[in-house]
């Protein structure tokens, strides 16, 4: 599970991961461009309820790109990113639910024939 705090007034986030304790077998490490990949920095303490977590605060509007690393050199990949590659998950800090996006009007155009087509997601 991960956690995302609301966005600071200097642009920054804190995030909270937290593994359940059927999932880690030994030490485990949450690493990623945010801490230049070192397993030493972030490692994950297990609380009272037997959970793993750990809290990273990086800037709001920067994606990062992190994994697990636990004992055993066992890489994993957490299923509530934001989304996944060869490079591992993939999460934008500040909730993009929460969001405002602001969009620039498009001009209208005489002929309908030139509109331009709707994005779609």
Known sequence: ???RGKPTKNGQVKLIFTLPADQVRGQVSL?????DWNPYAHPMRRGDDGTYQVAVTVPAQRAICFRYLAEGGVWFDDPDADHHDEHGGHLRP???????IEAARAPLLEDHREQPLAATR
């Open 31 to 35: 690493v990623g461009d945010f801490n």
């Open 1 to 3: 599970m991960i956690k």
């Open 94 to 100: 500040a909730d993009p639910r929460g969001q405002r």
